[in-house]
């Protein structure tokens, strides 16, 4: 099998709501906000740039001070969040502003607050000589105007105090997010299915989609397509991808190191699967699992879950499952191999009407010898006549092919004589024939190429690799 996007409006809204309902008149003015001149934000304020513990109280000037801590970390599909638990003192004889508070991850301005469902409303001010408690969600969104989802928050994290609809670094207080707390605020938050475009760095865009399940059989991996779109004008370092399953604490490293990017374009990364708690490879994956490619994540999907684990439990290490997942041998090819035989005896047993032509061509045939014998491969067609006539060289000659139709066709050849012919897929017999003792295990049905193969190799015990098969070095001829 091959294979081929709640909160965050709630926080819009209630940001939106309260600096709507909170005006856009001068804040050092008495009477801002349309609030009656009772109602100020004091004098203009200019100091430090200060950053504290969380728990702690910011003086916010001379007569307010606030006071953030902590008490939760949640999410959903639409985002994740900090609950917080705020209290603000003022001293002063007259009602002040509320500063507003911001959650920035390394300097990028990530979000208003919004209510939390079952407590008090936020209050827009603090009264003369008096003090407020209330809980405040801050969401991880976009920086600026974008408000879509920040991927992952990283480098300094800060809880910010700022004027109401503006933030100046010049006058802005913060308290420092603890580090166990921004892993949990990335953990929670939301993972777009793969196929979905994100973005990892300024500029630069990627989408990341499950292709295939592969294995050597010594290592098994998840093969990706990593789509980019990028306009830096230059080739860019891509972040390590990794593989992340339910089952492991551990990623999945990629097979290959120092990939790069540029311009737009697309790369098939293989991801070895992540390490079980004995340092075994899993031989299955559950939910979450998921691609990250630095801040981004791609969650797979239950289809891609379900054909990973179809593909483990039917050993991806086999030999020959490159025929499996290689889309170059999805289908239209033949492979016939003869043991104990050479490449001259068999263009021999071909006939007399041969050129040699570039191996790309369409009936080109290759013709090579191998591992103690010969083997053939072509995109087209060998006709059954000349395999019955390679059988005649040392006794034997085995082919197994498809076409385009999806008909799939194992042909063994004797001395001369057609003793199996079958369609290994459905179980058809082209030739009247018993099953061969090197069928015995095999599973045909489902798993139709890699097995066909593996019955060639059973019968004329010469192994290929898909490396020696496409070296460019072969002659090919036509053959009529």
Not at 46 to 68: C, H, M, N, Q, S
Request: aromatic fraction near 6%; hydrophobic fraction near 35%.
């Amino acid at each position: 099998m091959r294979w081929s996007r709640g909160v965050v409006p709630a926080l819009v809204l209630g940001a939106a709501t309260m600096l709507a309902a909170c005006g856009t008149n001068d804040p050092t003015t008495p009477g801002a906000y349309g609030e009656d001149p009772g109602f100020v934000t004091g004098s203009p304020v200019v100091f430090e740039e200060g950053k504290y513990p969380l728990g702690e109280y910011v003086d916010w000037d001379d007569t307010l001070r606030i006071r953030a801590d902590v008490v939760g970390v949640d999410g959903d599909d639409s985002g994740a969040w900090l609950t917080l638990d705020v209290r603000a003192e003022n001293t002063g004889s007259r009602a002040r502003v509320l500063p507003e508070l911001e959650l920035s991850c390394d300097g990028q301005e990530s979000g208003f607050g919004a209510p939390v469902e079952g407590e008090a409303p936020r209050p827009s001010r603090v009264p003369a000589d008096g003090s407020v408690e209330y809980q405040e969600r801050l969401s991880m969104l976009g920086g600026g105007a974008r408000g879509d989802s920040i991927p992952k928050c990283t480098g300094e994290v800060t809880i910010d105090l700022t004027e109401q609809g503006e933030r100046s670094s010049s006058t802005m207080q913060a308290w420092t997010v603890p580090d166990d707390l921004v892993d949990e605020l990335n953990e929670r938050r939301p993972t777009p299915e793969s196929g979905g475009q994100q973005e990892i760095s300024p500029g630069v865009l990627v989408d990341v989609s499950v292709a295939s399940v592969g294995g050597d059989g010594r290592q098994t991996w998840l093969s990706v397509m990593v789509n980019f779109d990028s306009d830096s004008g230059k080739e860019l370092p891509l972040p390590p991808p990794t593989l992340h399953c339910a089952e492991s604490d551990d990623a999945g490293q990629a097979l290959r190191d120092g990939l790069t990017i540029g311009g737009s374009g697309g790369m098939q990364v293989e991801l070895l699967m992540p390490p079980g708690a004995g340092g075994e490879p899993l031989t299955s994956c559950s939910a979450p699992a998921y691609v990250e490619i630095g801040p981004g994540r791609w969650k797979l999907s239950d289809d891609e879950l379900d054909y990973l684990n179809e593909e483990l439990a039917r050993e991806p290490g086999r030999p020959y499952n490159w025929v499996a997942t290689d889309d170059s041998f999805s289908s239209g090819y033949q492979v016939v191999v003869v043991p104990d035989a050479t490449a001259a005896e068999a263009l021999e047993a071909l006939g007399p009407n041969r050129r040699k032509v570039s191996p790309e061509r369409f009936w080109a045939i290759r013709v090579a010898e191998h591992d103690g014998g010969v083997v053939l491969f072509t995109w087209g067609l060998v006709d059954e006549d000349k395999i019955v006539a390679l059988s005649r060289l040392s006794g034997l000659a085995a082919s197994y092919g498809n076409t385009v139709n999806g008909d799939d066709h194992v042909l063994v050849a004797r001395d001369g004589k057609v003793v199996r012919s079958f369609d290994p897929f459905l179980g058809q017999d082209y030739v009247k024939s018993k099953h061969l003792p090197e069928e015995k295990g095999l599973d045909l049905e489902n798993d139709t190429e890699p097995a066909s193969w593996t019955l060639l190799e059973r019968l004329t015990k010469v192994h290929i690799t898909r490396d020696w098969l496409m070296d460019e070095d072969h002659p090919a001829y036509l053959v009529k």
